[in-house]
């Protein structure tokens, strides 16, 4: 079951890669009708669908389309790393990395633990680092790169993260997030449209996948599909410092 899964994911990966693109009418979706140009062209049996009336409210004395902008910009981050961790889940339920994970020559957590266990598994040390290099993305996605793009409620197509450019000449190389070298860059609009509702879908999509994931692990039978392949899992996913740290102790 696992090996279909790993086999049907490769097949369709090229659709997972994010799409920064410049703005277009149906890219930038700053009003509520270029949201439903959007969910048409995304799902055209659907359509747009808002019960919660979200694109018609205004955040935090926002305006309308500085509200829709965050939306847009919430929507495309949660799907892209609901794809990493998608994609995380099924390699590492079948593959660890063979070296040391730490300096004292501990080895990774062993395949044959759930994802969740190998996390609870990782020492607590290491678990700061992933964070702290989280955070520092997501400063940096906030800040526009230094200024080098306007915030995404100002004008910076949403899901558009900025270069590295004033990190790379100021402090240390490193390659951008996107397309680092260039070979999007004579991309037709054709293809960034169909691009970015390829993305959308597929980040939609991997969140139920995950949550799927994690269901099955954590309570037993909730999806029928995945009981051949569920780890039965009795921490606490939600948790991620679980027995180690607390605000609250």
């Known amino acids: 079951m696992k090996s279909v899964i790993i086999a049907s994911l490769i097949a369709g ?5 994010p799409t920064q693109t410049g703005r277009t009418p149906t890219s930038v979706s700053e009003s509520k009708a270029d949201l439903e140009a959007i969910a048409s062209k ?6 747009f669908y808002d019960p919660l009336n979200l694109a018609e409210q205004e955040f935090w004395g926002k305006s309308n389309e500085e509200t829709i902008a965050w939306l847009r910009q919430s929507e495309i981050k949660h799907g892209r ?15 660890v990395f063979p070296w040391a994970q730490t300096l004292a020559g501990a080895p990774h957590p062993s395949a044959d633990l759930s994802p969740e266990a190998q996390w609870d598994a990782i020492p607590l040390g290491a678990k700061w680092q992933i964070f702290a290099v989280i955070s520092m993305l997501e400063l940096w996605d906030e800040c526009g790169g230094g200024g080098a793009m306007p915030h995404y409620t100002k004008g910076r197509q949403p899901g558009k993260y900025p270069p590295f450019t004033l990190f790379r000449e100021n402090v240390h190389f490193v390659l951008d997030l996107y397309d680092p070298f260039g ?5 037709s609009a ?10 959308l879908n597929n980040g939609r999509l991997a969140q139920l996948g995950i ?3 994690l269901c099955a692990d954590k309570i037993p039978g909730s999806v029928p599909v995945l009981n051949s392949i569920a780890i039965p899992y009795d921490g606490n996913p939600m948790i991620p410092f679980e027995g180690q740290f607390s605000y609250f102790n």
């Open 13 to 17: 990966a090229a659709a997972f890669a």
């Open 211 to 213: 949550f799927g994931f």
């Open 81 to 95: 790393i609901a794809m990493f961790a998608f994609v995380g889940y099924i390699v590492q339920s079948n593959f």
């Open 42 to 47: 995304a799902n055209p049996f659907v359509k």
């Open 190 to 199: 054709e293809t960034k449209e169909r691009r970015l509702v390829a993305e």
């Open 183 to 187: 070979f999007n860059k004579n991309m």
